[in-house]
């Protein structure tokens, strides 16, 4: 089983870009599907993206065209590239990595976009 870490949230400005990252521990993550999920606060976790161990993606509807995920199966990371940001786009980012039965989540980072 892998554990994860995530890098990469702060605070930017609206219209602004972050690239969130997360770190692999373990054997078998080319076999994982990774994503990326959000929760605002008051609000229930929401899919941002998936990656499959191929590299095939599926976006949310908000993230489309705006993010990019991306992984390196040989560093184990997941990367994602987050552009023209606006505020309701503030949440706390985790990481996740799905190998049925496993479902695995980072402790999360923050992100604020805010004037």
């Known amino acids: 089983q892998v554990q994860l870490v995530e890098s990469g949230g702060g605070w930017v400005e609206p219209g602004g870009s972050l690239r969130l990252s997360c770190v692999a521990h373990g054997n078998g993550f080319r076999l994982y599907t990774m994503g990326w999920y959000r929760q605002a606060p008051g609000k229930q976790r929401e899919l941002v993206a998936t990656i499959t161990g191929g590299g095939s993606t599926n976006y949310a509807d908000p993230a489309k065209g705006r993010f990019t995920i991306s992984r390196d199966n040989a560093k184990k990371t997941v990367n994602l590239q987050m552009n023209s940001l606006k505020p309701e786009d503030t949440a706390v980012y985790y990481c996740?990595?799905?190998?049925?039965?496993?479902?695995?989540w980072g402790q999360g980072t923050q992100v604020t976009v805010s004037s």
């Open positions: 996740n990595a799905r190998l049925s039965p496993r479902n695995v």
